[in-house]
């Protein structure tokens, strides 16, 4: 029901930006985090959405460099990644909750399926 989507193979300093969405247009998703993982490593938190009225907890890595934002009308959450450089390769996940206005239900703490994001030197 998420999905991620957008990674790509980018130059050290170039900027990429994913997104994450629910499967069906009907349902609107509350992002609670972006992750990553890179192989033999574990996941991180890149960027978590947190309360309302807060600001957005960014790794020391990422922080002046990735930014969270939402497209209420698209149901549509985007990690705006620049300056990437070759260490933020990675398989990038969001973590929400979905609400399914058709079915009534709200799902909590999915994850989706991940995208690839390869940062070259």
């Known amino acids: 029901q998420l999905q991620a989507s957008g990674g790509g193979l980018v130059q050290a300093g170039g900027f990429l930006r994913i997104s994450c969405a629910a499967s069906?247009?009907?349902?609107?998703?509350?992002?609670r985090g972006w992750y990553r993982q890179a192989p033999g490593k574990q996941r991180e938190l890149v960027a978590g959405?947190?309360?309302?009225?807060?600001?957005?907890k960014h790794a020391d890595s990422v922080k002046g460099r990735f930014t969270v934002s939402r497209d209420n009308a698209k149901n549509m959450v985007y990690l705006q990644m620049n300056n990437l450089k070759p260490e933020d390769t990675a398989v990038y996940l969001c973590?929400?909750?979905?609400?399914?206005?058709?079915?009534?239900?709200?799902?909590?703490?999915?994850w989706g399926q991940g995208t690839q994001v390869t940062v070259s030197s």
């Open positions: 973590n929400a909750d979905v609400t399914d206005y058709e079915h009534d239900a709200t799902y909590f703490n999915l």
């Open positions: 069906t247009s009907s349902a609107s998703i509350n992002i």
């Open positions: 959405n947190p309360p309302v009225g807060r600001s957005t």
